[in-house]
Nanobody, 119 residues
Framework: QVQLVEFGGGLVQAGGSLRMSCSAS????????MGWFRQAPGKEREFVAA????????YYADSVKGRFTISRDNIKSTIYLEMNDLKHEDTGAYYC????????????WGQGTQVTVSS
């Protein structure tokens, strides 16, 4: 059974930093592009960042470029999201997701972890 479990959300002041991780099990981790999404209250889920199978390529939403960094450890089947200079608008539930590299649809999702940035 596939499981994606996020860790590391919390409450942080604006301008602060937070590091989250997502551990995967039940999948051949190196087959999957991994990503982070977020959903603010009353808004649709939006893409935050993604990283391909061998960490050769990373992708970011314009709103987080230069502040967030996605990385992965294929030995540990884990991805990370380093978030710096956090803003109030970064508040939301953050979800880890996985998809096979050749597909558009994200196949698996974590349960989400809350990030709250106080202004």
């Amino acid at each position: 059974q596939v499981q994606l479990v996020e860790f590391g959300g919390g409450l942080v002041q604006a301008g602060g930093s937070l590091r989250m991780s997502c551990s995967a099990s039940g999948v051949t981790f190196t087959w999957y592009t991994m990503g982070w999404f977020r959903q603010a209250p009353g808004k649709e889920r939006e893409f935050v960042a993604a990283i391909n199978r061998n960490s050769g390529n990373t992708y970011y939403a314009d709103s987080v470029k230069g502040r967030f960094t996605i990385s992965r450890d294929n030995i540990k089947s884990t991805i990370y999201l380093e978030m710096n200079d956090l803003k109030h608008e970064d508040t939301g539930a953050y979800y880890c997701a996985a998809k096979l590299a050749a597909t558009v649809k994200w196949d698996y999702w974590g349960q989400g972890t809350q990030v709250t940035v106080s202004s």
